[in-house]
């Protein structure tokens, strides 16, 4: 079973920045698809950005540009660099781990943007 642990979400000002952490209680060398996910009070989770093993990512069009994934595999860790950030991002973030077929979820942390 695989642990994540995010951290860095905040309040920040509209066109700020923050960077979210997930941290793994694994190598994320073995996680087919590591992802961030959001969801905004009375809407559902939506997808953020994906990450693969070998390293493509993925994003919506409301994020492109802005957002960035990565991974250390070193320190088992993905980051989100969110840039631009605007009141619209305002969400409980989530790290969305999937190893072999089984889906993996962290706890979430609250992103406020301001305006």
């Known amino acids: 079973q695989v642990q994540l642990v995010e951290s860095g979400g905040g309040l920040v000002q509209a066109g700020g920045s923050l960077r979210l952490s997930c941290a793994a209680s694994?190598?994320?060398?073995?996680?087919?698809?590591m992802g961030w996910y959001r969801q905004a009070p009375g809407k559902q989770r939506e997808l953020v950005a994906t990450?693969?093993?070998?390293?493509?990512?993925n994003y919506p069009d409301s994020v492109k540009g802005r957002f960035t994934i990565s991974r250390d595999n070193a320190k088992n860790t993905v980051y989100l660099q969110m840039n631009s950030l605007k009141p619209e991002d305002t969400a409980v973030y989530y790290c969305?781990?999937?190893?072999?077929?089984?889906?993996?979820w962290g706890q979430g942390t609250q992103v406020t943007v301001s305006s």
């Open positions: 990450i693969i093993r070998g390293g493509t990512t």
């Open positions: 694994e190598s994320i060398f073995s996680i087919s698809v």
């Open positions: 969305k781990a999937t190893k072999l077929g089984w889906s993996y």
